[in-house]
Protein backbone atom coordinates (compact mmCIF):
# COMPACT_ATOMS: atom_id res chain seq x y z
CA UNK A 1 0.00 0.00 0.00
CA UNK A 2 1.79 2.88 -1.49
CA UNK A 3 -0.24 5.43 -0.16
CA UNK A 4 0.50 8.87 -1.50
CA UNK A 5 3.21 9.09 -3.93
CA UNK A 6 5.30 12.46 -5.42
CA UNK A 7 7.58 12.67 -7.82
CA UNK A 8 10.35 13.46 -8.42
CA UNK A 9 11.98 13.79 -4.82
CA UNK A 10 14.26 16.43 -5.77
CA UNK A 11 14.75 19.18 -8.37
CA UNK A 12 16.94 21.78 -9.41
CA UNK A 13 15.90 24.24 -11.83
CA UNK A 14 17.15 27.47 -13.22
CA UNK A 15 14.79 30.49 -13.38
CA UNK A 16 12.49 30.56 -16.18
CA UNK A 17 11.92 27.00 -16.35
CA UNK A 18 8.78 24.78 -16.14
CA UNK A 19 8.02 21.65 -14.48
CA UNK A 20 5.29 19.59 -13.16
CA UNK A 21 4.96 18.09 -9.63
CA UNK A 22 3.31 14.79 -9.64
CA UNK A 23 1.17 13.40 -6.99
CA UNK A 24 -0.75 9.61 -6.85
CA UNK A 25 -2.68 8.06 -4.43
CA UNK A 26 -4.20 4.58 -3.95
CA UNK A 27 -6.56 5.19 -1.02
CA UNK A 28 -9.41 6.23 -3.59
CA UNK A 29 -9.70 9.49 -1.78
CA UNK A 30 -11.91 12.12 -2.66
CA UNK A 31 -10.12 15.61 -2.12
CA UNK A 32 -6.05 16.08 -2.76
CA UNK A 33 -3.93 19.06 -1.83
CA UNK A 34 -0.64 20.71 -2.19
CA UNK A 35 1.62 22.53 0.20
CA UNK A 36 5.01 24.11 0.51
CA UNK A 37 6.67 24.39 3.31
CA UNK A 38 9.35 27.18 4.15
CA UNK A 39 11.45 27.58 7.13
CA UNK A 40 9.87 28.96 9.70
CA UNK A 41 6.09 29.42 7.97
CA UNK A 42 4.91 26.07 8.38
CA UNK A 43 2.89 24.79 5.74
CA UNK A 44 0.77 27.05 3.50
CA UNK A 45 -1.78 25.23 0.96
CA UNK A 46 -1.16 26.12 -2.80
CA UNK A 47 -4.10 24.73 -4.28
CA UNK A 48 -6.68 22.09 -3.35
CA UNK A 49 -8.95 19.54 -5.43
CA UNK A 50 -11.79 18.64 -2.87
CA UNK A 51 -13.41 16.38 -5.39
CA UNK A 52 -12.41 14.99 -9.22
CA UNK A 53 -13.30 17.45 -11.62
CA UNK A 54 -12.68 20.55 -9.21
CA UNK A 55 -10.12 23.04 -8.10
CA UNK A 56 -9.98 25.75 -5.74
CA UNK A 57 -7.24 27.95 -4.64
CA UNK A 58 -5.05 28.10 -1.03
CA UNK A 59 -3.84 30.87 0.44
CA UNK A 60 -0.42 30.99 -1.52
CA UNK A 61 -1.69 30.29 -5.40
CA UNK A 62 0.80 32.74 -7.55
CA UNK A 63 3.21 31.27 -9.70
CA UNK A 64 1.10 27.79 -10.02
CA UNK A 65 -1.41 25.57 -11.99
CA UNK A 66 -3.00 22.48 -11.01
CA UNK A 67 -4.64 19.76 -12.79
CA UNK A 68 -7.05 16.91 -11.14
CA UNK A 69 -6.14 14.46 -13.96
CA UNK A 70 -8.49 11.87 -12.10
CA UNK A 71 -9.59 10.66 -9.30
CA UNK A 72 -6.00 9.50 -8.22
CA UNK A 73 -4.15 11.93 -9.15
CA UNK A 74 -3.32 15.67 -9.11
CA UNK A 75 -0.28 17.36 -10.00
CA UNK A 76 0.72 21.09 -9.75
CA UNK A 77 2.48 23.16 -12.58
CA UNK A 78 5.25 26.04 -12.01
CA UNK A 79 4.84 27.55 -15.96
CA UNK A 80 7.88 30.12 -14.76
CA UNK A 81 10.04 29.04 -12.04
CA UNK A 82 11.27 32.04 -9.54
CA UNK A 83 13.79 31.72 -6.83
CA UNK A 84 10.81 32.34 -4.27
CA UNK A 85 9.40 29.21 -5.17
CA UNK A 86 11.94 27.14 -3.65
CA UNK A 87 10.48 25.09 -1.04
CA UNK A 88 9.30 21.60 -0.35
CA UNK A 89 6.29 21.19 -1.92
CA UNK A 90 3.81 17.93 -0.17
CA UNK A 91 0.90 16.23 -1.77
CA UNK A 92 -1.64 15.07 0.41
CA UNK A 93 -4.77 13.75 0.19
CA UNK A 94 -7.99 12.30 2.65
CA UNK A 95 -11.31 10.74 2.13
CA UNK A 96 -13.88 13.85 2.25
CA UNK A 97 -11.77 16.66 3.05
CA UNK A 98 -12.81 16.05 6.85
CA UNK A 99 -10.87 13.02 7.94
CA UNK A 100 -7.10 13.45 8.31
CA UNK A 101 -5.01 14.30 5.58
CA UNK A 102 -2.45 11.79 4.50
CA UNK A 103 1.41 12.94 2.56
CA UNK A 104 3.72 12.30 0.72
CA UNK A 105 7.28 12.58 1.39
CA UNK A 106 7.89 15.47 -0.33
CA UNK A 107 9.77 17.10 -3.70
CA UNK A 108 12.76 19.57 -2.63
CA UNK A 109 12.54 22.02 -5.35
CA UNK A 110 15.64 24.75 -5.75
CA UNK A 111 15.32 27.06 -8.31
CA UNK A 112 18.62 29.07 -8.99
CA UNK B 1 -1.59 35.15 7.37
CA UNK B 2 -1.67 31.72 8.65
CA UNK B 3 -5.28 30.72 10.11
CA UNK B 4 -3.27 28.41 13.66
CA UNK B 5 -0.33 29.75 15.61
CA UNK B 6 1.35 27.47 17.66
CA UNK B 7 2.94 28.12 21.15
CA UNK B 8 5.67 27.73 21.97
CA UNK B 9 7.81 27.85 18.39
CA UNK B 10 10.44 25.61 19.96
CA UNK B 11 10.24 23.36 23.66
CA UNK B 12 13.24 21.20 25.05
CA UNK B 13 12.47 18.79 27.88
CA UNK B 14 13.52 15.52 29.22
CA UNK B 15 12.86 12.48 28.52
CA UNK B 16 9.65 11.37 30.83
CA UNK B 17 8.74 14.95 31.22
CA UNK B 18 5.64 16.30 29.92
CA UNK B 19 5.86 18.88 26.71
CA UNK B 20 2.25 20.91 26.06
CA UNK B 21 1.91 22.73 23.49
CA UNK B 22 -1.36 25.18 22.25
CA UNK B 23 -2.39 26.17 19.14
CA UNK B 24 -4.90 29.30 18.30
CA UNK B 25 -6.72 30.07 15.21
CA UNK B 26 -8.78 32.51 13.93
CA UNK B 27 -12.11 31.15 12.26
CA UNK B 28 -14.85 28.80 12.90
CA UNK B 29 -14.29 24.86 12.45
CA UNK B 30 -15.56 21.47 12.19
CA UNK B 31 -12.38 19.88 13.68
CA UNK B 32 -9.01 20.64 14.25
CA UNK B 33 -5.95 17.99 13.95
CA UNK B 34 -2.89 17.51 14.97
CA UNK B 35 0.03 16.33 13.48
CA UNK B 36 3.73 15.43 13.52
CA UNK B 37 6.67 15.63 11.34
CA UNK B 38 9.84 14.25 11.73
CA UNK B 39 13.07 16.23 10.31
CA UNK B 40 12.75 16.09 6.46
CA UNK B 41 9.42 13.61 6.09
CA UNK B 42 6.03 13.91 5.71
CA UNK B 43 3.55 14.74 8.12
CA UNK B 44 1.83 11.94 10.25
CA UNK B 45 -1.72 12.45 11.75
CA UNK B 46 -2.07 12.15 14.98
CA UNK B 47 -5.50 13.37 16.43
CA UNK B 48 -8.69 14.73 15.05
CA UNK B 49 -11.08 16.85 17.86
CA UNK B 50 -14.24 17.59 16.55
CA UNK B 51 -15.86 21.04 17.49
CA UNK B 52 -18.35 19.64 19.66
CA UNK B 53 -16.04 17.55 21.44
CA UNK B 54 -13.74 19.35 24.49
CA UNK B 55 -11.75 16.57 25.17
CA UNK B 56 -10.09 13.47 23.01
CA UNK B 57 -7.47 10.88 24.13
CA UNK B 58 -5.40 8.02 21.86
CA UNK B 59 -2.56 6.76 24.03
CA UNK B 60 0.10 9.26 25.64
CA UNK B 61 -1.72 12.13 23.78
CA UNK B 62 -4.30 14.39 25.37
CA UNK B 63 -5.93 17.36 23.22
CA UNK B 64 -8.54 19.64 24.50
CA UNK B 65 -9.98 21.89 22.48
CA UNK B 66 -11.83 25.68 23.40
CA UNK B 67 -14.23 26.82 20.42
CA UNK B 68 -15.05 29.95 22.56
CA UNK B 69 -11.56 30.58 23.04
CA UNK B 70 -10.29 29.44 19.88
CA UNK B 71 -7.83 27.30 20.62
CA UNK B 72 -6.33 23.44 21.52
CA UNK B 73 -3.76 21.75 23.18
CA UNK B 74 -1.77 19.06 22.75
CA UNK B 75 -0.24 17.08 25.70
CA UNK B 76 2.12 14.18 25.31
CA UNK B 77 3.06 12.47 28.41
CA UNK B 78 6.17 11.06 29.46
CA UNK B 79 7.74 12.00 26.66
CA UNK B 80 10.32 9.89 24.79
CA UNK B 81 13.11 10.68 22.82
CA UNK B 82 11.44 9.43 19.58
CA UNK B 83 8.94 11.64 20.44
CA UNK B 84 11.56 14.21 19.11
CA UNK B 85 9.41 16.06 16.25
CA UNK B 86 7.60 19.59 14.81
CA UNK B 87 3.91 19.54 15.70
CA UNK B 88 1.39 21.01 14.24
CA UNK B 89 -2.45 22.30 14.48
CA UNK B 90 -4.85 22.31 11.62
CA UNK B 91 -7.97 23.29 10.74
CA UNK B 92 -11.17 23.42 8.30
CA UNK B 93 -12.12 27.28 8.58
CA UNK B 94 -15.51 28.04 7.63
CA UNK B 95 -16.14 23.82 7.69
CA UNK B 96 -14.40 23.90 4.10
CA UNK B 97 -12.30 21.32 2.76
CA UNK B 98 -9.00 22.67 2.74
CA UNK B 99 -6.67 22.03 5.76
CA UNK B 100 -4.92 25.07 7.31
CA UNK B 101 -1.73 24.65 9.36
CA UNK B 102 -0.40 26.19 11.97
CA UNK B 103 3.33 27.41 11.99
CA UNK B 104 4.12 24.44 14.20
CA UNK B 105 5.94 23.45 17.46
CA UNK B 106 9.58 22.11 17.53
CA UNK B 107 10.06 19.83 20.36
CA UNK B 108 13.35 18.41 21.56
CA UNK B 109 13.32 15.37 23.98
CA UNK B 110 16.66 14.82 25.90
CA UNK B 111 17.49 11.68 26.33
Known amino acids: NAGVTQTPKFQVLKTGQSMTLQCAQDMNHNSMYWYRQDPGMGLRLIYY???????DKGEVPNGYNVSRLNKREFSLRLESAAPSQTSVYFC???????????FGQGTRLTVV | SQQGEEDPQALSIQEGENATMNCSYKTSINNLQWYRQNSGRGLVHLILIRSNEREKHSGRLRVTLDTSKKSSSLLITASRAADTASYFCATDPGGTYKYIFGTGTRLKVLA
Open chain 1, 92 to 102: ASSSQGRTEAF
Open chain 1, 49 to 55: SASEGTT
